[in-house]
């Protein structure tokens, strides 16, 4: 990605696109690690220098958010230390999804059901996924 210049230790695809099979909005989340917070703060300023909307940790603490500009595919774009405790879950989990397509399908089906029952309030959707992603991080061995 150009506008990271080679401050990025790792640009990860993650979130539902990233596990084959699994039901998923078109939107892909992607992740992106970095060595420090200097280096958090270049890319801040190279992915502004793109068209980037920095938005924050929208109340994630150590993850930078970003609106991707008009003229790319729709996408999320988060920046964070390659210690960041969010990201090291986001690689766990897609990880034990695409190493274990029981789990993605149960999921799948999950993520249905909830899409269903919860319509446009995102918050909500989130929240009730919250008990499976947490039994699947500790199958995982995800130890906080």
């Known amino acids: 990605m150009g506008a990271l ?19 998923a909005k078109p939107i892909i989340d ?17 992915l502004a220098a793109r068209g980037y909307v920095h938005e924050g940790n929208l ?3 150590g993850r930078e958010a970003f609106e991707a500009p008009a003229d790319l595919p729709k996408h999320h774009l988060y920046v964070c230390r390659a210690d ?14 695409r190493a274990h397509p029981e789990a993605a399908n149960e999921y799948a089906a999950l993520k249905r059901r909830l899409a269903g029952r919860h319509g446009n309030d995102r918050q909500a959707y989130t929240d009730a996924k919250g008990e499976f992603i ?3 991080l500790s199958l995982a061995g995800w130890r906080e």
Do not use: K, Q
């Open 59 to 61: 109340g994630i603490p």
């Open 84 to 97: 960041n405790r969010e990201y090291r879950r986001h690689i766990m989990f897609r990880d034990y999804l």
């Open 134 to 136: 947490s039994r699947i």
């Open 30 to 46: 992607i992740d992106v690690a970095v060595a420090d917070d200097a280096a958090v703060r270049r890319a801040i300023a190279g």
């Open 5 to 23: 210049g080679d401050v990025a230790l790792a640009v990860e695809h993650v979130g539902s696109t990233a596990v084959p099979g699994l039901a």
